[in-house]
C-alpha cells in the first residue's frame, strides 16, 4: 500500500534543470555529461506519494515543482572539526572588552 503524504510536510525534491549536453560550452567536460540538477526543500502544497511530481513552498515562499525524493530530509552538513587557533578567540574579545569597560 502506497502511504499519503499530507499536505504541509516538510520534503525535498528534485528537479533536471538542464540535460547533460545542455550545459554552457565552457564548463568542464566531466560536468558536461551530467545533469544540472535543482534539489530544494519546502512544504508540500497538497498530499501526494512519494517518487510523484508536486509542488512546494519554500520557507522564502518561493513555489517550486520538481520530483518528490525525501520526506523530512535532515540536516547533514558541519562546520567541519574545531580550529584550535579559533576555540581561545570568545574569551578574549571578552577579556579586551572588559579592559575596555564594553563587558560587564
Do not use: C
Not at 499519503?4 to 525534491?13: L, R, S
Not at 568542464?28 to 502544497?45: K, S, W
Amino acid at each position: 500500500m502506497t502511504e499519503i503524504i499530507a499536505k504541509g510536510t516538510w520534503v525535498e525534491i528534485s528537479n533536471i534543470v538542464l540535460k547533460a549536453g545542455e550545459r554552457a560550452p565552457q564548463v568542464p567536460v566531466d560536468t558536461q555529461h551530467v545533469p544540472l540538477e535543482l534539489r530544494a526543500r519546502g512544504f508540500l502544497t497538497g498530499p501526494t506519494v512519494a517518487g510523484q511530481q508536486v509542488e512546494i513552498e519554500t520557507v522564502a515562499g518561493r513555489r517550486l515543482a520538481g520530483i518528490l525524493v525525501k520526506v523530512n530530509p535532515a540536516y547533514t552538513h558541519g562546520f567541519g572539526p574545531p580550529v584550535p587557533q579559533l576555540t581561545g578567540i570568545g574569551n578574549e574579545v571578552r577579556a579586551i572588552l572588559r579592559e575596555r569597560g564594553d563587558y560587564k
